[in-house]
């Protein structure tokens, strides 16, 4: 009788066992298999290419080979300034110290060749826009949202003064610290 009940009890103990790793292995294959979803589902090929499709009067889907519309671009190329810009702003409590460090979005090879050539200029506008800002300001999403427009808006118009273009498309801040 003793024998009997220790092998039921070994028994449930290997069954207990034997669920969880069924279960183990039931979840990672989920979880493999939804990360493979992600990772090669997707848009069919036609979307990504960018090619329109069109049905023609027999239901049939035809393919056009126009892509969107708009102004021909050139690559978005990005021209990181060499230093991050240090500097103290005034606030209501207390002065802070801010970091932040600026890449400027281009389009194509010349333009990217002109922000180069110009970084200087772009550095000393840059840190003349950024030293008028307040750290009240600068501590609330719509404040840097704000300093950022206002920095395309300055390089912008010096870089139209020296290269007869809209060299720089978007300034963008990488890392941004105040304290």
Known sequence: MADEKELELDNSGKKKKLIIIIAIVV??????GAAAFFML??????????????????????E??????????????????PRPFRFNVPGNARDRFVEIRVQLLVRGAENEEAAKKHIP?????????????SA???ATSAGKTSLK?????????????IEDADVVEK?????FVMQ
């Open 27 to 32: 979840i990672l294959a989920a979880g493999g």
């Open 136 to 138: 009240d300001d600068l």
């Open 64 to 81: 056009s080979g126009a892509v969107a519309e708009g102004p021909a671009l050139g690559s978005a190329l990005y021209v990181p300034m």
């Open 121 to 133: 200029l772009i550095e000393s506008t840059l840190l003349g826009v950024f030293s008028q800002s």
């Open 41 to 62: 589902g997707g848009e069919d090929e036609t979307a990504q290419a960018g090619v329109d499709t069109e049905l023609s009067a027999d239901g049939e889907a035809a």
């Open 171 to 175: 300034v963008l801040f990488t890392g």
């Open 149 to 161: 427009q206002s920095a395309l808006v300055e390089v912008q118009s010096i870089m139209k003064e």
